[in-house]
């Protein structure tokens, strides 16, 4: 079922190319707890705009920091409204099944891998934190 | 709501579905809804096929404690609810 989510974020009708959807999605995504890889993840994060990066960790990482003047810089840059819409769920999707992924495989006993969006910390953001926690639930 | 589309922009079947959200709850929609609801195709719906699924689908967590774990993983998530 969470493919058919992806699948239609990702490939479905947009204003914004699927190619950059798919960009976005594995840049948010974070990375691979194991090495069953997925095709979008192999797409890699290389033509996505520095302004639209920053904006994509953000979503990613500490979304109740995005501001409004973040999105109306982007408008500016020529953004409409609806590849904006395209490109926030692409990425708030991909961290939300990158943290799934890596929950779930820390439940199957894998090392969890270090996050390769934070830059200015050794130690995993909250979310991700959260996740590991989250998953210690079964052994109650 | 910081696009005016999923703010405004909405196609005619969903803009009387909130209205009627309005009307019958007396209270402004949440942004969740109106984005939900904003070309349901493309997100929307395939999302609330997997939330209902997972949060009220066949599970060997109850309701309350799945309801539990998505309050605390928002609160650390910094968006409460």
Redesign the interface.
């Known amino acids: 079922?969470?493919e058919?989510?992806v699948e239609?974020?990702l490939a479905?009708?947009?204003q914004a190319a699927s190619e950059l959807r798919r960009a976005v999605f594995a840049r948010a995504f974070g990375p691979l707890s194991s090495p069953r890889s997925r095709t979008e993840r192999a797409t890699g994060g290389e033509d996505i705009a520095p302004d639209l990066a920053g904006y994509i960790d953000k979503v990613a990482l500490h979304?109740?920091e995005?501001r409004?003047e973040d999105?109306a810089a982007l408008k500016q840059a020529g953004n409409?409204?609806?590849v904006?819409?395209?490109v926030t769920?692409s990425a708030a999707l991909g961290a939300a099944v990158g943290r799934l992924e890596r929950g779930l495989g820390a439940l199957r006993g894998e090392a969890s891998p270090p996050d390769s969006l934070s830059t200015t910390s050794s130690s995993p953001p909250?979310?991700l934190?959260?996740?590991r926690r989250?998953g210690t639930?079964e052994q109650r | 709501m910081r696009l005016a589309a999923v703010e405004h922009g909405h196609r005619l079947a969903q803009r009387l579905k909130l209205l009627l959200i309005r009307v019958v709850s007396m209270r402004r929609v949440p942004d969740v809804v109106k984005t939900l609801f904003y070309r349901p195709e493309f997100f929307g719906r395939p999302m609330c096929d997997w939330t209902q699924a997972v949060m009220r689908g066949p599970s060997p967590w109850s309701v309350g404690e799945r309801e539990l774990f998505a309050a605390f993983t928002s609160r650390l998530n910094q968006c409460l609810f």
Do not use: I, K, N, W
């Open positions: 079922m969470v058919r989510l239609s974020v479905g009708p947009g979304a109740y995005v409004d999105l409409s409204d609806d904006l819409f395209e769920v909250v979310p934190s959260a996740a989250g639930q």
